[in-house]
């Protein structure tokens, strides 16, 4: 069957590779239809050194597919239901696995497409758990879009900030694949949406997604019109994903006792910050990766109710490097899919 592997940094081929076996009992077959790309590719594909897995590896953190097989006694599926899957290897028994906090897991084995093989190839098992249904009218490159793009926001958002309707928040990178989804999701619920974007053209595009207020980085120090805009109150939440480059203007923007919820690190991984603005502003810091599985449904119930993924461009498999170096540009506006 084709895959997709990564051999080295930034040496990425369409393969061939041995198809799985039939199914186990407790496991689907799912014949891959689309990839949706994430920093996470990005990373894996230039070579992190804190990612140990073995060459070559198939790639891609976040997919869509149909049924193909069934294992025995699987019962939630038929053949031919559309699904994505969750994207770490968790182990399905620890207390955080059991009570649903799976990106909590004591036993991970890995992130796959990072750590361990990933959904880039035509045919995988996974474990009937692992294994979420698309609701009728969403499309196979929406559903790719669930389980990071989506499902990374819904559990940043309301698990973890507890964004609330009427609110004010920081959405960071609003022209990025979870920056478009954050954006829409605190509009459905009435909030008014500050965002930060690279340059006018995506500045116009958040705007037509509903942010009230776009602050191009480049021209403005987004810290400063965050806190004029607000009259110097400053915002109830920030969605941070950037990093050290924006870190302490993050903080800046907060009002007394508001929330930062951050999942990234893209400018960089270390920086340092003023202790005593922090207690003394009664902060609170999330730190949030990946997402729940029911976050994942729960994206996918946005998704059919009308609320659809940005996708920027849609490649073939065989420019799955294309999508890749699109991402790495920051050129796109939204998500960046890959068919099968």
Request: with cysteine; hydrophobic share 40%.
């Amino acid at each position: 069957m084709r895959a997709l592997q990564l051999f080295g940094d930034r040496d990425l081929r369409l393969t061939e590779m041995d198809a799985p076996p039939p199914p186990a009992a407790g496991e689907v077959q799912v014949k891959v239809r689309a990839l949706a790309l994430n920093y996470l590719d990005v990373w894996g594909f230039r070579g992190m050194a804190f990612a140990k897995r073995k060459m070559p590896q198939a790639v891609g953190v976040e997919a869509s597919g149909e049924i193909a097989a069934l294992g025995e006694g699987v019962t939630r599926f038929k053949i031919g239901d559309p699904v994505t899957m969750y994207g770490a290897e968790t182990c399905g028994h620890c207390k955080a696995c059991l009570e649903g906090r799976d990106n909590l897991c004591e036993n991970v084995a890995g992130i796959m497409g990072f750590h361990i093989d990933g959904f880039a190839r035509e045919y995988l098992n996974r474990p009937e758990r692992l294994v979420i249904p698309v609701p009728e009218g969403v499309s196979f490159e929406q559903a790719a879009c669930a389980p990071i793009g989506f499902g990374t926001v819904q559990h940043m958002l309301f698990d973890n900030a507890k964004l609330e309707p009427g609110e004010s928040i920081l959405v960071h990178a609003g022209g990025s694949g979870i920056g478009t989804a954050a954006i829409k999701m605190a509009k459905a619920i009435g909030c008014t949406v500050y965002t930060t974007v690279g340059d006018d053209e995506k500045g116009a595009k958040a705007k037509a997604l509903g942010a009230d207020f776009v602050i191009n980085y480049r021209t403005e120090r987004f810290e400063g019109e965050v806190r004029r805009l607000t009259k110097r109150k400053g915002v109830d939440v920030v969605f941070e994903h950037v990093g050290a480059e924006t870190w302490n203007g993050s903080l800046l923007c907060l009002k007394r006792g508001g929330r930062l919820v951050t999942c990234g690190s893209t400018s960089g991984v270390s920086t340092t910050m003023n202790l005593m603005q922090l207690f003394q502003q009664q902060y609170r810091i999330f730190g949030s990766f990946g997402c729940r599985i029911e976050n994942i449904s729960q994206s996918l119930d946005k998704i059919a109710g009308g609320m659809a993924p940005v996708i920027d461009s849609v490649f073939p498999l065989a420019d799955f490097q294309k999508g890749l170096e699109r991402l790495e540009s920051r050129k796109a506006f939204g998500k960046v899919v890959v068919k099968f």
